[in-house]
């Protein structure tokens, strides 16, 4: 499954990267998120790669969901897809936008791929097992290597937003007596946890899950964790609640280490 992930997500990134240098407009969602050409074109090239592999398997995706396409995922495993994660650093000019492809199976995300097409970097993992990569310039795959949290140090470094920001993250911070902490956007936040280089990631302002899946499916795979206010683990595939939208996450918490995981400071 993450050969085709990796297939679909460099063949987007090249697209991606294609918009950009070209120029595009940017238009507004209904619920005034910034969508362009990019994301649009880039979730057409991944559900193409789905479609053709696993036709079985109904895919949530970013982009068909604000157009009203929800396929029937009850009791079934499925895919979550957000083409290009951290729109608003895209049409900034930043590099932290991502792909993300993930596969949901009973509420976990069990296998998921985060590629940075401007950085050059991709990060996928399934079951135990993930791996950072290099991607050249033309696109193909560079050299691998094995990735896993590190233990939870004294001196914990957080991670938080680049745009949501909340006082509740600084409250949080302080509970816990973590005096660093750096912003930066997009589903990069995880693997910077799930590669040794930060231990935590709190989030208390709105994600959907298509924006968390891949990115805790490789933290997940080598061992952090990422759960909600009460400790438990967040789940996926939530519809049909009065509280909120379909697919919207609450706050959670995502850990870089098993060790002292809701231990206050």
Request: net charge negative; hydrophobic share 45%; aromatic share 8%.
């Amino acid at each position: 499954m993450l050969r085709t992930f990796e297939k679909a997500a460099l063949e987007a990134g090249r697209a991606i990267i294609t918009v950009l240098r070209e120029g595009f407009p940017v238009a507004m969602k209904a619920d005034a998120s910034p969508v362009t050409v990019a994301d649009e074109e880039a979730e057409r090239i991944i559900l193409a790669h789905l479609a053709r592999d696993y036709p079985e398997i109904p895919v949530v995706a970013e982009e068909s969901v604000a157009a009203g396409k929800v396929p029937d995922i009850a009791g079934r495993g499925f895919f979550l897809v957000d083409p290009l994660d951290g729109t608003r650093e895209f049409v900034d000019g930043r590099q932290e936008f991502t792909v993300n492809i993930a596969y949901i199976e009973n509420g976990a995300p069990v296998a998921g791929i985060v590629y940075a097409p401007a950085l050059g970097l991709a990060f996928s993992g399934e079951r135990g097992h993930a791996e950072s990569v290099v991607v050249a310039d033309d696109f193909t795959v560079g050299a691998r290597s094995t990735i896993t949290v590190r233990e939870q140090p004294d001196d914990r470094l957080a991670l938080a937003s680049l745009r949501h920001n909340s006082p509740e993250t600084g409250s949080f911070l302080a509970d816990h007596a973590i005096f660093k902490c750096t912003n930066i956007g997009s589903s990069l936040k995880f693997c910077l946890l799930a590669e040794r280089k930060a231990d935590v990631y709190p989030r208390f302002t709105r994600t959907m899950e298509w924006d968390t899946a891949a990115g805790d499916a490789v933290l997940r795979a080598v061992g952090g964790s990422t759960v909600t206010l009460d400790g438990t683990p967040l789940t996926y595939g939530k519809t049909g609640t009065a509280a909120d939208f379909d697919f919207a996450n609450p706050n959670f918490i995502s850990w870089g280490g098993r060790k002292r995981v809701l231990e206050p400071a």
